[in-house]
């Protein structure tokens, strides 16, 4: 992904935001936003990816909340080996238990959704990261399926 400087800050309080570069229309684009990092990062992860694998090259920026306040992250990490670092490579297991935690947040917050709940106040976040921490991914799938059965029934 091709790096294009910016400065234009997502609008709103500062939660986690990925903007994407529009090279057609010259303008940036929210594509992922949450009050978590990890589905946002999951997200530039997939389009990533996806992109790779058609050839394209689009230029992103990640932005989240530090201090209070807007901050810009770096959205590529810098391709390092072992051997330069002196450090041995992340572990697999805490990138799948986190690929996890964020699979669960998905599943949640689309049962969430087709339930008709869509303006969480901050209580209902901390109910949501809670759920997340705690429950496997089968419970959350089979609460995620009532919300579902519950929003349609009405």
Do not use: F, N
């Not at 400087?5 to 229309?25: C, E, F, K, M, N």
């Not at 230029?59 to 330069?84: I, M, N, S």
């Not at 429950?135 to 609460?143: F, K």
């Amino acid at each position: 992904m091709s790096d294009v400087p910016t400065d234009h800050r997502p609008p709103g309080p500062p939660r986690w935001v990925l903007l994407i570069h529009q090279p057609a229309s010259a303008s940036w684009r929210v594509c992922a936003e949450s009050p978590y990092r990890g589905p946002v990062r999951y997200a530039l992860g997939e389009m990533t990816q996806t992109l790779r694998a058609r050839g394209e090259s689009t230029a992103v920026t990640l932005w989240g909340p530090k201090d209070g306040a807007w901050h810009r992250y770096d959205t590529e990490a810098p391709a390092r080996t072992p051997a330069a670092t002196g450090t041995a490579p992340r572990p697999e297991p805490a990138r799948l238990a986190e690929r996890m935690t964020d699979r669960r947040h998905q599943v949640l917050m689309a049962g969430l959704g087709k339930a008709g709940l869509y303006d969480l106040t901050d209580d209902d976040w901390t109910a949501v990261h809670t759920l997340v921490d705690r429950l496997d991914e089968t419970t959350v799938r089979r609460l995620a399926q009532w919300l579902t059965t519950a929003g349609t029934a009405g």
